[in-house]
Every structure is written in C-alpha cells, then in structure tokens.
C-alpha cells in the first residue's frame, strides 16, 4: 500500500459505509504501471469474533499489474439497540454510521437506499 494511488488519503465520507467495491472517484491512477484500469477486489473475508463483532476486509488491487491499492476494512456491531457501522481504507476513506436496530428508525426512514 504506497498512498500514492489515491487522490487523497483516508478521506472523511461522513456516514459511508462500504463493504464491498471501491471508490473509484479518488483513484487517481496506478502508480506502479501508471494505467488508470478499474480496481478489482481480492481477499474478500468476513470474520466475525467471539463479542459478535463481524470485520470485512479486502485488497482494492489494479487489475492490469496486481499492484495494491489499498486495503479496506469494515467493521459491524451491536450496541445496545444500536448498529454501529466503521470504514476504514486509504482508497475509499473514513465512515461510520449508527442505525437502530428496530424495526423503523424515524430519523433514517428515508434515508434508505
Ligand atoms: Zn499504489
Ligand atoms: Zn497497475
Ligand atoms: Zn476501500
């Protein structure tokens, strides 16, 4: 992970939560291979640990020389009647969001996508 990919490191993204995929608006290009190729994810892996805390990681890698990007992080629990989302990745920056865990949230009613 070089940081020299991205067009700005760890970005804030207020309450963007991603788990999958990448964003492709701050890849700036590669700067192994200088091609600017869509980003491929590898590694994919979901733990989930003893306190039920779940963490999906991945590699955003370039697809034409394998070059890593940036390593993505996304973690999940429970607190209380609360899901805490966090991201973390130099590529697709800094979230976190809180939703509740009944069944309608008036203050994200909606806001779901
Ligand atoms: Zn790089
Ligand atoms: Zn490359
Ligand atoms: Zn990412």
Do not use: W
């Not at 892996?45 to 070059?67: A, F, L, P």
């Amino acid at each position: 992970m070089c940081g020299e990919c991205v067009k700005s490191k760890c970005p804030d993204r207020g309450n963007t939560c991603l788990d999958n995929g990448s964003y492709i608006l701050n890849f700036d290009h590669c700067a192994e291979c200088q091609k600017r190729e869509p980003i491929k994810i590898t590694q994919r892996n979901v733990e989930v640990k003893d306190d039920g805390e779940e963490v999906i990681s991945y590699e955003h890698k370039c697809t034409y020389c394998c070059h890593l990007i940036a390593e993505h992080e996304h973690t999940f629990t429970i607190e209380g009647e609360y899901q805490e989302y966090a991201m973390y990745c130099l590529l697709c920056g800094v979230g976190n969001d809180t939703i509740s865990v009944q069944p309608v949230d008036p203050r994200k009613e909606t806001a779901l996508f």
